[in-house]
C-alpha cells in the first residue's frame, strides 16, 4: 500500500472540499435521490447524500474527480452520514454496510486513475467517518439532563459496521471527522481499534482525527477545549489531528496555531469557506480561502489543507497554488522525563 507518511514528509498535502456543495450544484430531485432501486421507499429521500453512491454513482465518481483535477492528494468517500444511527432518518439503516463498500469503491477507482496517470504524485482515499446526529455526552432533553438518546455500545456497534464496509470497499485512511462531541469520537476510535484487532489487520490503516470548534470560545460542542480534546484522542496514536467545520479560515487561524503547538502528529485544517450568509450560502471566494491556508502554510502550522462547507474544486486549486512553496510543519521532538 501507498504510505501516506513518506508524501507527508515531502510535501502539504492537499484534502478536498465539500461533497455537499457539489451535489447541490446538480439540482437532483427526488426522483434522482431515489433511483429505480427505491422509487417506492415509503419516506421521503432527497437530502440522503450518502444514497447517491448507490442511486447516482457516476454524479459521486465525478465530483471525486474534480477535486483531483484541482489537486487534491486525499479524497473523502461520499459517508459522512452512512452509519446506522444516522440512516435511522430514512428507516435505511440496514443499507449502511452496502453504501459505505460502494462509496469506498467509487473513491478508490478515481484515485487510481489518477495515480497511474502520475505515480509520484499517489492519490489517498480517506474513509468519512462523520459525528453522529446524536451525542453521548450531552442530553437531548433540557428536562432531563441525565437523559441519553444513544448508548455507548450502540455508537460504538454503528462505527464498527461503517468501518467494515470502509475497509472493504479500500480506503487507505479511516477519516474521523466534525467532531462536535469527543465521546462520540472515542467511540469511532474504539470501534477502529476493535476492528482491526479481531480481524488481524496489520498493518493498521492510519486514522486521521479532526475536531471541531463552534464559537469564540475556542470549545467544541460538549464544552472541551482545543488542548483537551487534543488530549482525549492523543491514544489513538492517529495520522493527524486537525480542525474543520463550523468556522471560516479567518476564525480558525488562532486554533490552528495554537494545534500546531500541541500536536505531536501531523496537522490538518480544512475551514468552511467563510462563514454563511442570511440564506445559509458561503460567500468565501477561492482566492480569499488560498490566502489565509497560504499564511498557515508559511508560518508552519499545517501538514494537511483543503476545504468543507461552502468549498468547491475551485478552492482546491487556488490553495493548492498558494500551498505548493511552502514546506509542511516539521513534527516536534517531544521531550519526556523519567524519576530516578
Not at 455508537?155 to 475497509?167: C, N, P, T
Not at 498558494?322 to 521532538?333: D, E, G, N
Request: charged share 25%.
Amino acid at each position: 500500500m501507498k504510505d501516506i507518511r513518506k508524501a507527508l514528509e515531502q510535501r502539504i498535502l492537499i484534502i478536498d472540499g465539500a461533497m455537499g456543495t457539489m451535489i447541490q450544484r446538480h439540482r437532483l430531485t427526488e426522483a434522482d435521490y431515489r433511483g429505480e432501486r427505491f422509487k417506492d421507499w415509503p419516506s421521503d429521500l432527497k437530502g440522503n447524500n450518502d444514497l447517491l453512491c448507490l442511486t447516482q454513482p457516476a454524479i459521486i465518481e465525478g465530483i471525486h474527480r474534480e477535486y483531483l483535477d484541482a489537486g487534491a492528494d486525499i479524497i473523502e468517500t461520499n459517508t459522512f452520514n452512512s452509519q446506522q444511527v444516522s440512516l435511522a432518518d430514512y428507516n435505511m439503516q440496514a443499507l449502511a454496510h452496502e453504501i459505505n463498500v460502494a462509496a469506498a469503491r467509487i473513491a478508490r477507482k478515481a484515485a487510481d486513475d489518477y495515480t497511474a496517470k502520475d505515480p509520484s504524485k499517489p492519490r489517498f482515499v480517506a474513509g468519512a467517518i462523520g459525528p453522529l446526529n446524536k451525542t453521548l455526552s450531552l442530553s437531548p432533553d433540557v428536562n432531563n439532563p441525565g437523559y441519553r438518546g444513544l448508548l455507548w455500545d450502540e455508537a460504538v456497534e454503528a462505527y464498527y459496521e461503517q468501518i467494515d464496509g470502509l475497509v472493504k470497499g479500500g480506503v487507505d485512511i479511516l477519516l474521523i471527522e466534525t467532531i462536535f462531541d469527543t465521546l462520540n469520537a472515542k467511540a469511532a476510535i474504539f470501534a477502529a481499534k476493535k476492528y482491526f484487532q479481531d480481524h488481524s489487520y496489520q498493518p493498521e490503516l492510519p486514522i486521521m482525527i479532526s475536531g471541531t470548534i463552534t464559537d469564540a470560545s475556542g470549545r467544541t460542542l460538549s464544552g472541551q477545549t482545543l488542548e483537551a480534546f487534543y488530549i482525549s484522542v492523543m491514544h489513538a496514536n492517529p495520522l493527524s489531528v486537525g480542525l474543520n467545520c463550523a468556522l471560516g479560515a479567518a476564525d480558525m487561524r488562532s486554533h490552528i496555531e495554537e494545534l500546531s503547538q500541541l500536536a505531536a502528529c501531523y496537522t490538518s485544517a480544512y475551514p468552511n469557506a467563510g462563514l454563511p450568509n442570511a440564506m445559509g450560502e458561503y460567500d468565501e471566494q477561492p482566492e480569499q480561502t488560498a490566502h489565509f491556508l497560504e499564511d498557515w502554510a508559511r508560518e508552519g502550522f499545517v501538514n494537511i489543507v483543503g476545504g468543507c462547507c461552502g468549498t468547491t474544486p475551485d478552492h482546491i486549486r487556488h490553495i493548492a497554488e498558494h500551498v505548493k512553496k511552502f514546506k509542511p510543519r516539521s513534527l516536534p521532538v517531544i521531550a519526556t522525563e523519567t524519576e530516578a
